[in-house]
């Protein structure tokens, strides 16, 4: 049980670790923290999160409505992963239910 309460805690620190990365990479263009932690909170994946700090970094975009762009098609790109898995498991139980059939029938 002691495993899962370190893994949570590992958790959160990789995800303050990738948040924090992505306050540095726009304090340097000038932006406050709190735009970064928005933007964190509403890409919601610790690896879209890196994503947007390498664009931020790399592009290092003039305009606010560029980084709000980015985030944005990140954000769509994760939403339609996210999708595409369910309709994959979805999929799946159904066909295992059309080869298996269902456990109510009678033997």
């Known amino acids: 049980m002691s495993g899962d309460i370190f893994s949570e805690a590992d958790r959160r620190s990789q995800w303050a ?10 304090s340097e263009l000038g932006y406050p923290t709190e735009f970064a932690d928005e933007i964190a909170k509403y890409i919601g994946s610790p690896k879209g999160i ?12 003039e ?6 762009d980015e985030m944005l098609a990140i954000k769509s790109e994760i939403d339609a992963w996210r999708e595409r898995k369910e309709s994959q498991q979805a999929n799946a139980a ?14």
């Open 17 to 26: 670790d990738i948040r924090d990365e992505l306050r540095h990479a726009l």
């Open 50 to 61: 890196q994503r947007m700090t390498w664009y931020v970094n790399y592009v290092r975009p």
């Open 63 to 68: 305009k606010t409505e560029l980084i709000v």
């Open 94 to 107: 159904y066909n295992m239910i059309l080869n298996c059939g269902l456990d109510d029938e009678e033997e």
